[in-house]
């Protein structure tokens, strides 16, 4: 089972897909955290707005996102319900203590999600358990995978071009701003994924679409595997595989390989509960 150890449970999620047993993971990181927290969100070119601060970032395209409170709190009511929905095989990765605590609250976002989750924290572990410290051996797992899987799917965003070990999955493709037309892509994503096989493999890198489609199947499909990857997947996407500080494991380059030594010893990179 899932103990909160990035190990065991890296290994306990493997465990479960080679062995036929389905189950969705999403995850509540610090975009899904602002959005519960009801705080304007913003990720547009070169300048990211959260917690009443701005500052300046480098992200492509296909990660801009705007959270207006005032008109997207659909979207957060549905965000809501993933965070607060238990049952069995239904992973939540939260925020723990590797990660920064959203704003001046009093209590911490991993706080939050425990009592979400009845105070139990049975099927509750990190939300970067496919990063971090845990970014090379997922990567290498994942693979190892993806080469018996013959079909698939992939929700991502609709420039993605999937290659390698995804060249024979299909792509759900996510427009820019999903945010505000949530509900006819959830609509048409479902539609399609209540005729996959069981025991399917979608892997979703959406935002916090993710978590949303990830409760909705759960509930109507629960022979499905669900797993939000995030960016850790990038590269077979299509897409650049440059935009967070963990793709830097990845460079061998020696900029790359040096970027890799600083990072291995910042207080982000081991996973911490």
């Not at 909160?4 to 610090?30: A, C, H, K, M, W």
């Not at 080469?147 to 060249?167: C, D, E, H, M, R």
């Not at 669900?226 to 077979?236: E, K, P, R």
Request: hydrophobic share 40%.
């Amino acid at each position: 089972m899932l103990k909160q150890d990035p190990l065991n449970d890296i290994e306990y999620i493997f465990y479960l897909i080679e062995s036929g047993i389905p189950f969705t993971f999403v995850r509540f990181s610090d975009g899904e955290m602002e959005i519960i927290h009801n705080n304007y969100l913003e990720i547009s070119e070169k300048v990211t707005k959260y917690r009443n601060i701005q500052i300046s970032n480098s992200y492509p395209s296909h990660d801009y996102k705007y959270f207006d409170p005032s008109r997207d709190f659909l979207f957060r009511d549905e965000l809501l319900l993933s965070a607060k929905y238990i049952s069995d095989f239904y992973f939540k990765g939260i925020a723990t203590h590797h990660n920064v605590d959203a704003g001046d609250t009093l209590i911490s976002d991993q706080e939050i999600l425990i009592g979400f989750n009845n105070r139990s924290l049975r099927n509750l572990t990190f939300s970067d358990l496919f990063l971090n410290s845990n970014f090379l051996i997922f990567r290498k797992k994942i693979k190892k995978v993806l080469k018996n899987i013959s079909t698939g799917y992939v929700v991502a965003n609709f420039q993605s071009k999937l290659n390698g070990p995804l060249t024979n999955f299909e792509l759900l493709p996510v427009p820019n701003q999903a945010f505000q037309v949530f509900s006819n892509l959830l609509e048409e994503h479902l539609k399609i994924l209540m005729k996959a096989p069981s025991k399917s493999l979608i892997l979703s890198s959406a935002s916090s679409y993710s978590n949303i489609l990830g409760y909705h199947l759960h509930r109507i499909r629960p022979d499905l595997f669900f797993l939000d990857i995030g960016t850790s997947l990038n590269d077979f996407l299509g897409l650049p595989l440059n935009t967070r500080v963990y793709h830097c494991l990845l460079d061998r380059s020696i900029k790359g390989r040096i970027s890799a030594f600083i990072y291995k010893r910042s207080p982000g990179y081991q996973l911490k509960w």
